[in-house]
């Protein structure tokens, strides 16, 4: 291994194991600081096993061969991680707790036929092109869904995050993750299809390993300044809006005027009802500058998403209307605006644990 590589995969180590003594020592007692120690730890182990990759030969000791399945598998772990992370930052509705058993079924499936396929390919045991491609195909078509997935739950809320500083890490996150996918494209996608086609499995990274180290370095500098970043932002759910509003700064003479603005479209006009209304839309017709807006819903109204904001005005207006009317609940859905049932009924037990169903029938009885 040339000594240029050595020097940048080090660097790149160190930077990492330093970026995971900090999470550990300062927020361990976090969720997010556990993923995000986690996850310097895998790219540490990914990092070293792409580093023996390139020494380690089918002939070398069964210790050798064991160690660097070991750190490319953890390593492997880095895109799970990833993709958790991202659920931890940018969607406020979901709870690991709650991720389907069938994610995690998929991920331990992917590992698993990904070391067993570099088990036999280690030995040169030869089962034929089909168990190649489950073995190794499926592992790979694995990691991308999940580096796809990270992607588009940062980018799916970027429109309605009230939050003016996680709409910036959003565009951060989809640029590392864009570039793990091209890394994973240009580097170890082509050695699995090499080796698909009979190469032998230790030939190192078809990218040229001084290239590939001084990538692996820049990335990892741009990855801890970024989790230095995000460790230290606000990501604990508030779980009323009175404990976001009563950590947040005293609303200035302008920003009591806007938030009068956006209570008064909201309701007396219900400008809630528009179906496709956005941040951008209410910004207009408050004749305020959508950043602004943004801010007073976040800062000083309490919201860290503008579905939320939204659903707060709808659910209350649907909660009166099948109290006091026996217009049918589809119709209530649609007419305080919501677009399809699925999302109605979602918001609707969100905030009172029942459906519509049984709330009107509960409100029918008492009355």
């Known amino acids: 291994m040339p000594a240029l590589t050595v020097v940048f995969l080090a660097l790149a180590v160190s930077h990492l194991l330093l970026l995971g003594l900090y999470i550990g020592i300062y927020h361990r007692h976090s969720v997010l600081g556990v993923l995000a120690g986690c996850l310097a730890l895998s790219l540490i182990a990914g990092l070293l096993g792409e580093g023996l990759n390139t020494v380690v030969r089918p002939s070398s000791s069964t210790f050798a061969i064991y160690l660097t399945m070991a750190f490319n598998r953890i390593g492997n772990l880095s895109v799970l991680l990833t993709w958790l ?72 809320g970027y429109r309605s995050d009230l939050v003016l500083e996680r709409r910036k890490e959003r565009v951060i996150f989809v640029l590392c993750v864009a570039v793990l996918l091209i890394l994973m494209a240009g580097n170890r996608g082509v050695w699995v299809l090499t080796t698909l086609a009979g190469e032998s499995l230790f030939r190192g990274p078809p990218l040229p390993e001084v290239a590939y180290s001084i990538y692996a370095y ?44 956006i209570k008064s479209a909201m309701e007396d006009e219900k400008l809630y ?19 602004l807006v943004r801010r007073a819903i976040n800062n000083h109204m309490g919201y860290r998403n503008f579905s939320d904001f939204l659903n707060h005005y709808r659910i209350d207006e649907t909660s009166r209307l099948l109290a006091e009317t026996d217009e049918p609940i589809s119709n209530v859905g649609f007419d305080v605006g919501y677009t399809s049932l699925s999302s109605f009924y979602k918001a609707f037990k969100a905030k009172h644990a029942i459906t519509p169903k049984k709330y009107r029938a509960i409100h029918n009885s008492n009355g």
């Open 218 to 261: 820049f990335v990892t500098v741009a990855l801890i300044l970024w989790k230095f970043r995000v460790s230290n932002l606000s990501t604990e759910k508030s779980k009323t809006k009175q404990a976001v509003s009563s950590s947040a700064q005293a609303p200035n003479e302008l920003d009591q005027e806007l938030m009068a603005s």
């Open 273 to 291: 009802h528009q179906s496709n209304l956005t941040v951008a839309g209410l910004a207009e017709h408050v004749a305020s500058q959508e950043y």
């Open 85 to 156: 992370i991202a659920l931890k930052l940018f969607d406020d509705d979901s709870e690991l707790s709650q991720v389907h058993s069938s994610v995690w079924a998929l991920a331990i499936t992917a590992l698993v036929a990904r070391s067993v396929g570099s088990y036999y390919a280690n030995y040169g045991i030869e089962f034929g092109t089909l168990f190649n491609f489950v073995t190794w195909g499926y592992s790979q078509a694995v990691l991308f869904g999940f580096s796809l997935a990270s992607i588009y739950i940062a980018i799916k």
